[in-house]
């Protein structure tokens, strides 16, 4: 009786892992385009009931907008997808290379 050769383990999963890497890169590719354009947003939201209030100050809403927490964090979080989608690439081209000189040996 001759024995079928079935990938092992280690190979299945590294091809279960290649077929989420696609499915990921097909979802980043929609996602990351969204999120960075709404990193940069400004959006001028009515701040209040309408009606004049009585402060000393000059009222600065860009400023407000700019310094706002949730879009430094939106920012922060676009910042380090472009960081991982970087790694991931430098990762993905040495596996590339490593697979390569698998197959030549």
């Known amino acids: 009786m001759q024995r079928i050769n079935r990938p092992r383990r280690t190979e299945r999963r ?7 890497i696609e499915e990921l890169a097909t979802i980043l590719q929609t996602k990351f385009p969204q999120a ?9 939201g009515n701040s209040g009931d ?5 402060t000393s100050g000059i009222s600065d809403p860009t400023a407000r907008q700019a310094l706002d927490g949730r879009r430094q964090r939106r920012i922060e979080h676009v910042r ?9 690439t430098r990762s993905l081209r040495r596996a590339v290379v490593h697979a390569g000189l698998a197959g030549e040996g």
């Open 14 to 20: 590294a091809l279960a892992d290649l077929d989420l």
């Open 36 to 44: 960075a354009e709404a990193a940069d947003e400004v959006s001028f």
């Open 50 to 54: 309408g009606l004049p209030g009585r």
């Open 80 to 88: 380090k997808a472009r960081k991982e989608i970087g790694h991931a």
